[in-house]
Nanobody, 113 residues
Framework: QVQLVESGGGLVQPGGSLRLSCAAS????????MNWYRQAPGKQRELVAG?????NYADSVKGRFTISRDNAKKMVYLQMNSLKSEDTAVYYC?????????WGQGTQVTVSS
């Protein structure tokens, strides 16, 4: 079955960096777009970045975050630099296969001094 497992979250000071990882299994990883979403307390889940034939980013993270993937390892990454307090959220790995959407369990990112 499809599984997505995120890691790499934690507490970081404003201006710091974190690298999130998502390990995928149970499907042909290389042929599907992969996405990172986040959900802050009291807010809707939002798309942060996606990668397929190209990459796309939310305006709020452009120039600070970089999404990448390693098809051989079935991994997708989110490098987050110049973190701000408003980046605090639970970050989720996501893939849509046909009509079915899959999510990881999420990893907490807290940006605070």
């Amino acid at each position: 079955q499809v599984q997505l497992v995120e890691s790499g979250g934690g507490l970081v000071q404003p201006g710091g960096s974190l690298r999130l990882s998502c390990a995928a299994s149970g499907y042909i990883f290389s042929i599907y777009d992969m996405n990172w979403y986040r959900q802050a307390p009291g807010k809707q889940r939002e798309l942060v970045a996606g990668i397929g034939g190209s990459t796309n980013y939310a305006d709020s993270v452009k120039g600070r975050f970089t999404i990448s993937r390693d098809n051989a390892k079935k991994m997708v990454y989110l490098q987050m630099n110049s973190l701000k307090s408003e980046d605090t959220a639970v970050y989720y790995c996501h893939v849509k296969i046909g009509y079915t959407t899959y999510w990881g369990q999420g990893t907490q990112v807290t940006v605070s001094s």
